[in-house]
């Protein structure tokens, strides 16, 4: 064990010039689903709480952005979606923020709402969700004292038909010039009656925070297959904290692993105090 110590604190000493991670302080990964499985009802979620999800109804694993991406059908009969387990983790409350991305590829342009990524445990509560409204990219809320859905839409440019697209939103709650949403890494000027203002709430203010819930995180739809979505989706992330628009885009350059790399540092000091439980 002594001779383990040692060569631990050697390893610790020279660390620093190995490569460090990309990810900064203040940001944490809550949810990734990359869907690359390809066969099976059941993807695994890469964050490090590990809430899988279990595909539901009509959805179907096809070639995606990034590996495999699961294709959700809603003209064809019954509707599809991913459920997670419930989670602490899935429960923002308070001044906090945070980031919901994904890449999409939509065959049919409908309107109304169209679930990404929703933690929406009923039709009463909504903690935050992403989606879009039509072909315009949206992130939506409901407060803590369940009266007003806050809710943003970008406005700018619409998501194509038939293309891989990358859509985000990003929040402080509590802050209503926070919300931004973006479409394939440019930030949209959002719509609130006609109007074109980046701090426009469609409905609500965006002032007062959200109401909490511990998911279940659904993808495709949200309970028993409301708003569901037409085309397929890859690579599902819910981080807290704010992406910068320049994280966006180097998110979208790569493979998400890629930016997902881990500073060796944290790797070994993890080790490290592991260890020195057990001395």
Not at 65 to 90: C, M, N, W
Not at 204 to 221: F, Q
Request: with cysteine; proline share 5%; glycine share 10%.
């Amino acid at each position: 064990m002594k001779a383990l110590v040692l060569i631990l604190s050697v390893l610790l000493f020279f660390l620093p010039s190995l490569v460090d991670g990309k990810i900064r302080a203040g940001l944490e990964l809550i949810l990734y689903l990359p869907f690359d499985e390809g066969v099976g009802k059941k993807t695994e979620e890469l964050s490090e709480f590990g809430n899988d999800g279990q595909l539901e109804g009509n959805c179907k694993w096809v070639d995606g952005k990034f590996g495999k991406a699961l294709y959700f059908i809603t003209q064809l009969g019954e509707p599809g979606l991913v459920r997670t387990s419930k989670h602490d983790i899935f429960a923002i409350e308070g001044k906090a923020e945070i980031t919901l991305m994904a890449w999409v590829n939509v065959d049919a342009s409908r309107p109304g709402f169209r679930a990404i990524a929703y933690n929406r445990p009923d039709a009463n509560k909504v903690n935050y969700a992403l989606g879009l409204w039509a072909v315009d990219v949206n992130f939506f809320y409901r407060d803590k004292e369940n009266d007003n859905f806050h809710r943003v839409t970008g406005i700018w440019d619409a998501v194509k038909l038939g293309e891989w697209t990358h859509v985000a939103a990003t929040n402080t709650f509590g802050d209503p010039e926070a919300m931004k949403v973006y479409l394939n890494g440019k930030e949209q000027p959002t719509n609130r009656n006609g109007g074109v203002r980046p701090d426009n709430w469609s409905q609500g203010d965006g002032a007062k925070m959200p109401l909490p819930a511990r998911g279940p995180i659904t993808v495709g739809g949200y309970g028993n297959f409301g708003d569901t979505f037409q085309g397929a989706i890859d690579e599902v992330m819910i981080w807290k904290g704010s992406f910068t628009e320049a994280e966006i885009n180097e998110i979208m350059a790569e493979h998400p692993t890629e930016f997902l790399a881990v500073d060796p540092r944290e790797k070994l000091a993890t080790k490290w105090a592991a260890i020195k439980r057990n001395l």
